[in-house]
């Protein structure tokens, strides 16, 4: 595996020869610094981590600054570890676009989907709703229905879709066709949409 | 909309300029690359503009409506789509509004368009 640290950036649509717009997400895509290496004598696994992204010396804490003084860096915003990466590293090494990622490559991106707040079970968890608005309906055409049955089992199993939060956790988006890089500005351009919000943080594996 | 993302837009093919000036109401002939088994032809589809959508952006589109054999066909073509050839204007449309839509609720004559007569 290999990968890079990015910033969403935004949306737009690119042509390919055969006159089909595709959508399209840029991703400002590092250059990530090597900030540890993970050995498997030492940790058990072996692992790089890479950071991204400039950070004020007075927002970081004290811990971090000597993490990163260690590493020969300023410090960073965003801290990211890369299990069993394809290639072998030192301490402190700039890592750009072009290292990692060609035109045509396959990349799983991860980001941090934009929180929706409360919501019912319609948008949720795509339930269809009550049915039609007649038939005595009045004021229920967007709830769950049945909960389950009655005196068995006599509760609400566990696990079953009902409102609530919704958004803000953890989604990996992948097999998303790599369609251009513009290495001056350290630009990824990636088929198809990426979960989270624009300048959020995106994690970019191949 | 970010300097960034205008870069990435700036590697489409832009040939806006090659084509004419053309507004809703304005019929025009598209010349459309078509590929059929490994050999590339041109298709003709002449209609009215009925709207030009997201003007000057990647995304931007223009809608035609024409009359094919008694069946009304709307077609929307990416203005920067590398399959069009070639944008005729044939003749320029006296309108009022951006967006026809009002074409689709009307037949024969009362669909008609007054040219544009420009003095010269």
């Known amino acids: 595996m290999s990968g890079l640290i990015g910033k969403k950036i935004g949306m737009t649509s690119l042509y390919d020869a055969d006159g089909q717009a595709l959508a399209c997400t840029v991703i400002q895509a590092g250059p990530c610094v090597v900030t540890q290496l993970r050995t498997e004598e030492k940790d058990g696994y072996k692992a790089v981590q890479l950071a991204y992204g400039e950070k004020k010396e007075k927002n970081t804490t004290k811990p971090m600054l000597g993490h990163f003084k260690a590493a020969g ?23 750009t676009i072009g290292d990692v990622f060609a035109e045509g490559d396959f990349v799983d991106v991860v980001g941090k989907v ?24 009045h004021n229920r055409a967007r709830h769950p229905g049945s ?3 009655c005196s068995f089992p006599s509760r609400v199993f566990k696990g079953l879709r009902m409102a609530g939060r919704m958004g803000g956790n953890r989604v990996t988006i992948q097999n998303l066709r790599v369609l251009k890089i513009i290495p001056e500005q350290n630009l990824l351009v990636i088929s198809g949409s990426v979960p989270g919000a624009k300048e959020s943080f995106v994690i970019i594996e191949k | 909309m970010s ?14 300029s090659e084509y004419p000036d053309f507004k ?3 019929t025009i ?9 490994g050999k590339e032809r041109l298709q003709l589809y002449q209609g009215t503009v009925m709207q030009r959508r997201n003007p000057n952006s990647a995304g931007e589109t223009f809608t035609v409506r024409k009359i094919s054999n008694g069946i009304a066909v709307e077609r929307i073509f990416p203005i920067l ?13 006296k309108v009022r509004r951006a967006r026809l839509f009002y074409l689709r609720g009307r037949q024969g004559k009362a669909a008609r368009i007054k040219e544009l007569k420009t003095s010269k």
Do not use: C, W
């Not at chain 1, 929706?116 to 309906?137: D, E, I, P, S």
């Not at chain 2, 300097?3 to 806006?16: G, M, P, Q």
């Not at chain 2, 002939?29 to 088994?37: L, S, T």
């Open chain 1, 73 to 95: 860096t300023t410090p960073k915003r965003k801290v990211v570890e890369f299990k069993y990466f394809a290639r072998e590293f030192e301490l402190g090494k700039t890592l």
């Open chain 1, 114 to 137: 934009k929180g929706r707040g409360f919501q019912g079970v319609v948008k949720r968890h795509g339930f269809g709703g009550v049915g039609g608005q007649t038939h005595g309906q």
């Open chain 1, 147 to 149: 909960i389950g049955a």
């Open chain 2, 3 to 16: 300097e960034l993302i205008k870069l990435v837009e700036a590697t489409n093919e832009n040939r806006k």
């Open chain 2, 24 to 26: 809703s109401g304005d």
């Open chain 2, 29 to 37: 002939v598209v010349h459309v690359k078509i590929r059929e088994g």
């Open chain 2, 81 to 93: 789509s590398p399959s069009i050839a070639k944008i005729e204007l044939l003749r320029r449309g």
